[in-house]
């Protein structure tokens, strides 16, 4: 590493920030943990004592404000979002922010405009990006749209005769979330924090998924919702691509979340849980890659790795939560979401202008689709991207 490590202030310690960006943003020889700034004492505290925060704070504006800070995590609920990226951007002074950008389309805009014209670095939590088998799987499918090596058994049947179809090759994708609502905080029901519930705070995550695969862009969403827990939506794109995504919070831990197959050119791209990348149908390229694994309790478990291996330890894991009553037990080998990688890599968009992680005008359009799900939900009918 060549240059200077940034120097971060967290605004908002809580689950997710203690949990990711906290620890990695202490362990990275690329940051600072400068300052946590929190309203709950019991958060700053342990962001002190675990991990080694150099100032605790509870005032916001005096944090941004600060000489010494270089850089913000804005990790508060969406509750609040604009005016600290609002003062941010009159310091010049780059934010990573979680994800939902904001919880109003008004709110989407309003912060569009300030940090386009403020020019400074700026990303959006939407961490899957960064992560090394979601990284490999789009590289492999773009590539393989982009420049098709097919494989010399596919089945041409009909050959020179073939007749010519428009969506010929054209590429769709299906994401599968499978999630367990029990596991849910009180604050996702409250509805001056999280209006529009997972429809937009997890929907984000998978609407940025899906235009960052198809490398297109949205343009009409057709979405129907059980009421908060079950959601089905279809995505289609500027070049006929479509995008399907299942959202179902009656699932369970005991079995991987989050499922991707991208399709096309007669081709399949599958990314399992982060856990396992696989492929089929294009040349040369390798028929599965197996991932590290982070926080692993059970390294001598399901050596093969992949999500066979994670299938493994994941049932002993949860044998000892059942001995020892104690649910938190079922977490082991958990898979790289990029958390870690994300904080990096801006970092190295702040100081070394490397391309941008995942910037503002990318995070409006997967939130512009989100928006257009939750209206097509409510109003039982297709909406145009062009109507949000
Ligand atoms: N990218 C991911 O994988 C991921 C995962 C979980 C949550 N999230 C997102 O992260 C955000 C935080 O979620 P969480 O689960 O950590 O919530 P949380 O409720 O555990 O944490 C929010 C924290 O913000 C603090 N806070 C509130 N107002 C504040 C203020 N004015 N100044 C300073 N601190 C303030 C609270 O005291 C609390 O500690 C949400 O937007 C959520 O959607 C992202």
Redesign the pocket.
């Known amino acids: 590493m060549s240059f200077k490590p940034v120097n971060f202030a967290v605004?908002?310690?809580?689950?997710?920030?203690?949990?990711?960006h906290i620890p990695n943003i202490a362990n990275s020889e690329k940051t600072v943990l400068h300052t946590c700034?929190?309203?709950?004492d019991e958060?700053l505290a342990e962001c002190r004592d675990i991990y080694g925060a150099l100032h605790l704070a509870?005032?916001?504006h005096a944090v941004v404000a600060d000489p010494e800070v270089e850089a913000i995590c804005l990790?508060?609920?969406?509750?609040?979002r604009l005016p600290v990226i609002e003062l941010a951007m009159q310091y010049k002074k780059p934010v990573y922010v979680?994800?939902?950008l904001a919880r109003t389309l008004d709110e989407v805009y309003a912060i569009q405009k300030i940090v386009n014209s403020a020019s400074v670095p700026f990303c959006v939590?939407?961490?899957r990006r960064s992560s090394p088998a979601m990284i490999d799987a789009r590289r492999i499918f773009r590539c393989h749209m982009e420049h098709p090596q097919l494989c010399a058994w596919r089945w041409d049947r009909e050959g020179d005769t073939r007749p010519k179809r428009r969506d010929d090759g054209v590429a769709a994708l299906s994401c599968r979330i499978n999630d367990d609502w029990y596991s849910w905080?009180s604050?996702v029901f409250d509805k001056e924090q999280?209006p529009h519930g997972p429809m937009l705070?997890e929907m984000t995550?998978f609407t940025d998924i899906c235009n960052w695969f198809l490398a297109s862009d949205p343009v009409e969403v057709v979405a129907m919702e059980t009421g908060m827990l079950n959601h089905a939506i279809i995505v289609k794109y500027a070049g006929g691509e479509i995008a399907t995504l299942m959202l179902c919070g009656n699932g369970t831990f005991g079995y991987p979340k989050e499922l991707y197959e991208a399709f096309g050119n007669g081709a399949a791209v599958v990314c399992d849980h982060m856990c396992e990348v696989r492929t089929a149908g294009i040349a040369d390229a390798p028929p599965r890659i197996a991932y590290p694994f982070l926080k692993d309790r059970h390294p001598g478990v399901g050596v093969q790795g992949g999500i066979s291996g994670w299938l493994e330890k994941r049932a002993v894991a949860c044998k000892e939560a059942v001995a020892t009553k104690n649910p938190m037990l079922q977490f082991t080998a958990e898979p790289d979401?990029g958390?870690a990688r994300a904080i990096d890599c801006f970092v190295d968009e702040i100081r070394k202008n490397s391309p941008t992680v995942c910037g503002v005008d990318d995070a409006v359009k997967a939130t512009r689709v989100a928006f257009a799900a939750i209206k097509s939900a409510a109003e039982h009918r297709p909406v145009r991207l062009d109507e949000i």
């Open positions: 605004i908002g310690c809580g689950a997710l920030a203690r949990q990711a700034c929190d309203l709950a958060a509870k005032d916001w990790a508060t609920t969406e509750k609040l979680e994800k939902p939590g939407h961490n905080k604050w999280a705070f995550h979401k958390h």
